[in-house]
T-cell receptor, first 115, second 114 residues
Framework: EAAVTQSPRSKVAVTGGKVTLSCHQT?????MYWYRQDTGHGLRLIHY???????EKGDIPDGYKASRPSQENFSLILELASLSQTAVYFC??????????????FGAGTRLSVL | AQSVTQPDARVTVSEGASLQLRCKYS??????LFWYVQYPRQGLQLLLK??????VVQGVNGFEAEFSKSNSSFHLRKASVHWSDWAVYFC???????????FGSGTKVIPCLP
């Protein structure tokens, strides 16, 4: 059974529209992350969270908001979707930021196309 | 800031042949290094990880990687490639306890067809 589940798996959005990507984990992990993947680039961190009701900016937060209403759920929100936000988005969880192992467990990704 | 470079976007290899994927990193502290694999239509999965210690680390499915401080490298290799290894491989680095993982751009391993 998948421990990190993303929904939807794919989405087509219109420019200027609002998009919400959802992530649910059953790992009982404190840390959750949103990454985006673009062709020719590695994964880049958008937002992360280490506790419910709190989120932190990652390396590329502009144009994105995040919400962590519970330990299990972490959402990524695009208030005004733009063409440049077409990408594959991955959610991940980990046990502990301070753990040197910091193994990330990824969801299967959401392919977002903004037209 | 730390960074990771994977110089090869694509590597072509025949089944049964050996494989090496290159990874170079830059850092100003103690690195923790990782290789993740992404199979088609799936999320990334951890292949192996390095902490300061033995420079050669073993991973799953016959993969191993070697850390070289002098070359700032963490190359991944496998002695004999299986068809199930066609995937995209990502190198990642973490500097100490105060940073998230930084990923390279990935290397896609594709079959060399006769």
């Amino acid at each position: 059974e998948a421990a990190v589940t993303q929904s939807p798996r794919s989405k087509v959005a219109v420019t200027g529209g609002k998009v919400t990507l959802s992530c649910h984990q059953t790992n009982n992990h404190d840390y959750m992350y949103w990454y985006r993947q673009d062709t020719g680039h590695g994964l880049r961190l958008i937002h992360y969270s280490y506790v419910a009701d709190s989120t932190e900016k990652g390396d590329i937060p502009d144009g994105y908001k995040a919400s962590r209403p519970s330990q299990e759920n972490f959402s990524l929100i695009l208030e005004l979707a733009s063409l440049s936000q077409t990408a594959v988005y991955f959610c991940a969880s980990s046990r502990d930021w301070g753990d040197s192992q910091n193994t990330l467990y990824f969801g299967a990704g959401t392919r977002l196309s903004v037209l | 800031a730390q960074s990771v470079t994977q110089p090869d976007a694509r590597v072509t290899v025949s089944e049964g042949a050996s494989l090496q994927l290159r990874c170079k990193y830059s850092y100003f502290g103690t690195p923790y290094l990782f290789w993740y694999v992404q199979y088609p239509r799936q999320g990334l999965q951890l292949l192996l990880k390095y902490y300061p210690g033995d420079p050669v680390v073993q991973g799953v499915n016959g993969f191993e990687a070697e850390f070289s401080k002098s070359n700032s490298s963490f190359h991944l290799r496998k002695a004999s490639v299986h068809w199930s290894d066609w995937a995209v491989y990502f190198c990642a680095v973490r500097i100490g306890f105060a940073s998230a993982l930084t990923f390279g751009s990935g290397t896609k391993v594709i079959p060399c067809l006769p």
